[in-house]
């Protein structure tokens, strides 16, 4: 039945840690074999289809082993339709990174969104909530400048906005955390800042990085992000940057 399928499906994930995946192939044949028996037929593929889209949105990867996307129902959709034709024989489905989760979780707090299981869906919902202030996010560090004396502080936020920025500007596609051992966030912030080359992968490891070690860059972002500071920060901006404007 379909509550056999699924409840197998995320009894099997649930066992896996972060290092470890399932390949949607042998898992289609594990299925295929007693006490399920799915065979090729239109009701098996309903079947396990049914299984597999519960993992869909709620924090799960498919991968092909170089680069990793978001589980969602029209990802699902194509996959397994590669797969029931014979051509989907390299996907493996694997738990959201601790480290990548860890950065949703800090994102969400920081930026008043109340849940997200993917980083596109903070970049969505971030890109959506700027459109509607009209005012760029970086108008923060100029507030939180007047307001503390603490350079430190301030540069960490500099920091932190200069690696957002590349992730709502660029996306993450091709993201890979595992062929990154570490990252130094103010270098990667630096080769940002000056237009050199850098990845997704990279950016992403850099702010796991800064906001381990930073916690206090979460708070002061959640108490400042609304509209009118935004608006106030750019005023500043222009005050201190442009005068003659």
């Given at each position: ?130 459109k509607e202030f009209g005012y760029p996010i ?108």
């Amino acid at each position: 039945s379909n509550k056999t399928v699924k409840s197998i499906i995320e009894k099997v994930i649930e066992t896996f840690n972060e290092n470890d995946s399932i390949n949607l192939l042998e898992l289609w044949k594990e299925f295929q074999k007693p006490p399920f028996g799915l065979s090729d037929n239109g009701i098996s593929y309903a079947l396990f289809a049914r299984g597999i889209r519960e993992l869909c949105d709620k924090g799960y990867y498919y991968t092909d082993g170089s680069t990793y996307n978001p589980l969602n129902k029209d990802a699902a959709l194509r996959i397994l339709q590669e797969l029931f034709q014979g051509r989907g024989k390299g996907y493996e489905i694997k738990k959201n990174p601790q480290e990548v989760q860890f950065v949703v979780e800090k994102l969400c707090q920081a930026f008043h969104i109340s849940k997200a299981s993917y980083l596109e869906d903070i970049i969505r919902s971030l890109r959506s909530r700027l459109k509607e202030f009209g005012y760029p996010i970086w108008g923060i560090v100029y507030v939180v400048e007047n307001h503390l004396n603490d350079k430190e502080s301030v540069e960490n936020l500099r920091i932190f906005f200069t690696l957002l920025r590349y992730i709502l500007e660029k996306g993450i596609e091709g993201l890979n955390l595992s062929a990154i051992k570490t990252a130094d966030y103010k270098s990667v912030a630096q080769k940002i800042f000056q237009g050199e080359e850098t990845n997704p992968s990279e950016v992403v490891k850099s702010l796991h990085c800064l906001l381990s070690e930073k916690s206090t860059i979460v708070d002061t972002i959640n108490k400042f992000f609304n509209k009118s500071i935004l608006e106030r920060g750019f005023e500043i901006f222009l005050e201190k940057e442009l005068p003659q404007v």
